[in-house]
């Protein structure tokens, strides 16, 4: 379930949130998985960046990437994140640098992203 507002200020800020629904002991619960927080061309990802988020987070990725030349993503709130999106991750850059976009991350745990994109192969 996608969740999405837009607010026009000064800096324009836009917010997806990605909720997730749990059925624990016959309770039906739905959490906030993933938060992303546009602003200018940063990305603001919030909570978890996993298997379960990741589509919804491409998807709203490559929109964003598609209007902006270069993308920052920040990482800092993101409490989770696997291989799934790590290898995601990594194949989103490759992608960027052979269409002339670029994105960098920035935050917690940016440099073990950094050091699984070392030397991709680009052609």
């Known amino acids: 379930m996608v969740h999405s507002s837009k607010f026009n200020s000064p800096s324009e800020v836009c917010v997806a949130s990605l909720y997730q629904k749990l059925d624990i002991n016959n309770l039906n619960i739905t959490i906030m998985a993933l ?5 200018d061309n940063t990305i603001i990802l919030e909570g978890s960046l996993n298997t379960a988020t990741i589509n919804n987070f491409t998807t709203h990725f490559g929109f964003i990437l598609n209007a902006f ?3 920052t993503l920040n990482i800092n709130k993101v409490t989770d994140m696997d291989a799934c999106a790590l290898q995601t991750l990594k194949a989103m850059y490759v ?3 052979a269409n002339q ?3 960098f991350v920035e935050g917690n745990r940016s440099e073990e992203i950094y050091e699984a994109f070392v ?3 680009v052609a």
């Open 119 to 121: 030397y991709p192969q």
């Open 95 to 97: 992608n960027g640098v």
């Open 69 to 71: 030349k270069s993308v």
């Open 101 to 103: 976009k670029m994105f």
């Open 35 to 39: 938060t992303i927080t546009q602003q």
